[in-house]
């Protein structure tokens, strides 16, 4: 299980032009989904939760880059993009955070439970890591029988690593040698509280271990090779951990700016040093790969993507009343135990959102 039992990764990493331009394009269009979810929160179009993917753009980038379709991702409450880079697409995004019927999960996991076929997002700290242990052994089972080799990524905040879940689901991917990687994206707070206080390690695991690996996370190149040689360990030898080393250049959430527990001095210099959108643009710059008005001709571009995509998620429906029963009991059993048809049930119902 030992990374010592592998080659280390190599310090080197590849890229095409082409590559580089579609990174840059693919987090810009996140970072102006999320500034328009920031946008529409505030103009209380958005209700509830809200927990913003600003600065971590290049987790979800790289990773796709790395891996395949055929990968399980299962990560927390700050699922937007990561979401979006598994095959989900504009309108249903909007169309979720605004409670609209076209939303990806019909508008009942709203902000912290975005779910495609590819990817989930859990509201509950920690949830998420023993599920994925059943994705992954249901992974190690299914290549018995078929070629296809695939893994889990199970994402985790700095803020769950002293969750007593934790310890025991990793005892359980490591004796069953499961072919996954537990990530923790470390951005250094826990919720409001920061990890010197929290407590006595601010390490995102355990314990020491030759099975850890930490990264850049701000560095979509970075994000892209660790992920790919992850994979590799993976299938090979059981578990690994990734630290995902990142800064905050947002709040915990919406309700929570972050100028309570970091200072201005802390955020302002994330976004000017490390902002992952803007170590990208010096790249292509400097290697002429793209002028400096080409690229602001593709934040144009993605910025009527995002409004577009935004005015389409406005003239979705709301979800009917009887639909807070699908997808929750088999064959209508929520309705079967009133022993009332759907009509009956709801044919006197009324309601309104201000």
């Not at 990264?215 to 992920?227: E, F, P, Q, R, T």
């Not at 699908?326 to 044919?347: H, I, Q, W």
């Amino acid at each position: 299980m030992a990374i010592t039992q592998s080659r280390p990764p190599s310090r080197s990493v590849d890229t095409s032009p082409k590559g580089l331009l579609d990174f840059f394009r693919d987090m810009t269009l996140m970072r102006c989904m999320e500034n328009a979810a920031d946008s529409l929160y505030k103009d209380r179009l958005i209700r509830g939760f809200c927990h913003l993917f600003k600065g971590q753009e290049a987790i979800a980038v790289g990773m796709k880059a790395a891996i395949t379709n055929k990968d399980c991702i299962i990560t927390a409450y700050r699922d937007h993009c990561t979401f979006f880079s598994r095959g989900g697409n504009l309108p249903e995004v909007f169309a979720e955070l605004m409670g609209g019927r076209d939303g990806c999960s019909v508008s009942k996991g709203c902000s912290l439970h975005f779910h495609n076929k590819d990817s989930s997002g859990l509201g509950t700290v920690g949830a998420q890591i023993p599920l994925g242990c059943g994705l992954a052994y249901a992974q190690k089972f299914a290549q018995k029988y078929s070629e296809d080799e695939s893994v889990t990524f199970a994402f985790y905040g700095d803020g769950a690593a002293n969750q007593e879940l934790l310890l025991a689901a990793l005892d359980i991917y490591a004796q069953w040698k499961l072919p996954a990687i537990l990530v923790c994206e470390n951005n250094h707070y826990g919720k409001e509280i920061a990890e010197w206080r929290a407590a006595e390690s601010s390490r995102g695991y355990p314990k020491d271990g030759d099975f850890v690996l930490k990264v850049d996370g701000m560095n979509v190149l970075a994000v892209k090779h660790i992920c790919k040689f992850a994979k590799k360990c993976a299938l090979k030898n059981g578990p690994i951990i990734l630290e995902i080393d990142m800064g905050r250049c947002h709040g915990r959430s919406m309700s929570d700016p972050g100028s309570t527990y970091g200072t201005c001095d802390e955020i302002s210099g994330v976004r000017q040093e490390r902002d992952p959108i803007e170590i990208s643009r010096k790249l292509i710059l400097c290697t002429d790969l793209a002028t400096e008005k080409e690229l602001k001709d593709m934040e144009m571009e993605v910025r009527k993507e995002v409004d577009d995509a935004i005015a389409q998620a406005k003239e979705s429906p709301m979800p009917q009343p009887f639909e807070l029963f699908t997808n929750v009991y088999p064959k209508d059993m929520g309705l079967e135990s009133f022993k009332v048809s759907r009509c009956n049930l709801f044919a006197n119902w009324s309601y309104s959102v201000d």
